[in-house]
């Protein structure tokens, strides 16, 4: 299990993936509005959404958890 | 007799810890400055330093002279088959005497660093005196800007020998085996009660990413040698010559063109490897902390075959604003191209510098400080471009027009402001917009928007002389190349002083 977490301080614009689905290395799971800029967050490694955690207008802090892989 | 303690010295400790060099994927020392110098050593003194005590071949440590890409190098390299690198009287000795030779012969100084640190038996003859261990950093502080060092890690800097990296210009760091750390797990469980492993706390990919220690990272010995003499073939021998020039190349071409990559809309990303791409000489980029704070892009480069710095944001990484570790990252940048008299190109897209608590906690303010100090200093030609927006400080820090470039160029779509349209409006109108019916918001903040963005329009920046020039995307390349050359003969003292109080 491996969390997805928030590069940086913002607010959760958009939630990209849903429970179940597959994601890869380098693909966006969610994008954060943050600056007035949209920031990317991508999956890390291969693996499952088990969990979506954050959203969608959650305030977020850098390190917190968004989305949890199996 | 002679010939026979030569050939037993040269080969190093004993066969075990060569098998066991070659199972941690380690190389000899000797065979490593052989990947290293075009022709192998030249010349090495002290070979046959504490000879006569049998089991330490040269003390520990390799130094000469050699050649990297025909340019002179002076190198110093530990060997880990002896007393796991360890550092005697003699080590220490050879050590100095060699950065003394470098920085004589005016060339620069390689550390191939794989040392377990002090013989602490024998720490009264190599740690406290006026030639102990402290003198190599003593003189790496000295040399420092003078002739470009450069540490290649390839097993541990421990404790005090930590400090050899920390004092290169850059530290290239092989994953899995370097590490640097001042207290050994062993000795931070002992010591604070912490239980952690070698990798985690002072490993090559948490030093390359995280801590900002290491600024290269290597999958092998070979690719960490590879990389250091492309690296060197950017730098001139010393601070008062220039870096040699290739021949000019044709940026790769690609399908699409920077007209096509960059987004119109100012909030969505980027990626600025492909800009960059497009505008320096096909295969010349050499980046510099790739791993760390990838949302600012640092990397040598050529244009026409002339060595650049690059200083760039990266949209496509929290979406390219200026945080405290990419300020300290171009800040160190800066300088290092600064001194070796390497030209500046600043590649703006910033939203400014991060704003909240965790930020202000870690002192933006002053790390973001260290970034336009060393900017302002820099007096190598400075060439500007804005390519979608420098807001706020971001502008500053990217070296906009108050801080003395050569140039600062616009591509057309590119907006400079104190904030964006969006904030702006916001931070002006609130109250209005508060007082408003809630149907007729909409609308006036568009209108306000759209009034902003006419006040902060490009052509109007540069009717008021405030950006030099506004080009189309596709003609950037053709613009540096055309302006980098004219600007070679700048010669400036930044101003008269000791030194500038640098806000470390």
Redesign the interface.
Known sequence: MTMVKASMAGTVWKVLVAEGDKVNAGQDVAILESMKMEIPIAAEEDGVVTKVIANEGDFINVDDDLIELG | MSETMKDKILQGGQPKYHEKNKAQGKLFARERLALLLDDGLQSEDGLYANALAGDLPADGVITGIGKVNGQTVCVLANDSTIKAGSWGKRTVEKMIRIQETAEKLRCPMLYLVDSAGARITDQLEMFPGRRGAGRIFYNQVKMSGRVPQICLLFGPSAAGGAYIPAFCDIVVMVEGNASMYLGSPRMAEMVIGEKVDLETMGGAKMHCSVSGCGDVLAKTEEDAIAYTRKYLSYFPSNYTERSPVEAPKPPATFEKSIADLIPQN????FNMYDLIDRLIDEDSFCEVKKLFAPELITGLGRIDGQPIGIIANQ???????L?HDSADKAAKFISLCDAFNIPLVFLADV??F???T?VEKVGIIRHGAKMIFAMSEATVPKLTVIVRKAYGAGLYAMAGPAFEPDCCIALSNAQIAVM?P??AVNAVYANKIAELPEEERTAFINEKRKEYQEEIDIYRLASELIVDDVIEPNELRQALATRLPLYMSKYVTFTDRKHGVNPV
Not at chain 2, 315 to 321: A, N, S, T
């Open positions: 100012q909030n969505v990303p949209p496509r990484v929290k979406g390219g604003v945080f939203p400014g991060m704003i909240g965790q964006g969006e904030a």
